[in-house]
Nanobody, 122 residues
Framework: QVDLVESGGGLVQAGGSLRLSCAAS????????MGWFRHAPGKEREFVGN????????YSADSVKGRFTISRDNAKNTMNLQMTNLKPEDTGVYYC???????????????WGQGTQVTVSS
C-alpha cells in the first residue's frame, strides 16, 4: 500500500507561481515512477509530468514545458511540482500518482492522492 498526500494548492493570479508537494509513504520507492496529473472541469484528466525516482529523470507535457519543474527529495520521500508563469488554463485539481511504468497514461499509475485545487485567475 502506498499513501500519497498532496499539498500546496491555492488561488493565484495569472503569471504567478505555486509549489505543490506530494508526500509518499508505505513502501520503497527505489523503482517507482511518480507523476502529476490535473483535472479541469469539463475536461479529461491530463498528464502534467513524471519523474523516475531512481535517477531523477523527468518528462513534462508540452503544455507546461518551460514553466513547470518536477523534482524529488529522496530523504523526505516527497515529490514537488514548481509551477511558474501560471495561466488560467492551468486551473484544476492536481493529483500525484505512483506506479512502476514510465508512462503519460493514468492507466499505469496504481496509487493516487486525494488532489489539491489550483485556481489561476485572469
Amino acid at each position: 500500500q502506498v499513501d500519497l498526500v498532496e499539498s500546496g494548492g491555492g488561488l493565484v493570479q495569472a503569471g504567478g507561481s505555486l509549489r505543490l508537494s506530494c508526500a509518499a509513504s508505505g513502501r520503497s520507492f527505489s523503482n517507482a515512477v511518480m507523476g502529476w496529473f490535473r483535472h479541469a472541469p469539463g475536461k479529461e484528466r491530463e498528464f502534467v509530468g513524471n519523474i523516475r525516482w531512481s535517477g531523477g529523470s523527468t518528462y513534462s507535457a508540452d503544455s507546461v514545458k518551460g514553466r513547470f519543474t518536477i523534482s524529488r527529495d529522496n530523504a523526505k520521500n516527497t515529490m514537488n511540482l514548481q509551477m511558474t508563469n501560471l495561466k488560467p488554463e492551468d486551473t484544476g485539481v492536481y493529483y500525484c500518482a505512483a506506479g512502476t511504468y514510465l508512462s503519460t497514461s493514468d492507466r499505469y499509475y496504481n496509487y493516487w492522492g486525494q488532489g489539491t485545487q489550483v485556481t489561476v485567475s485572469s
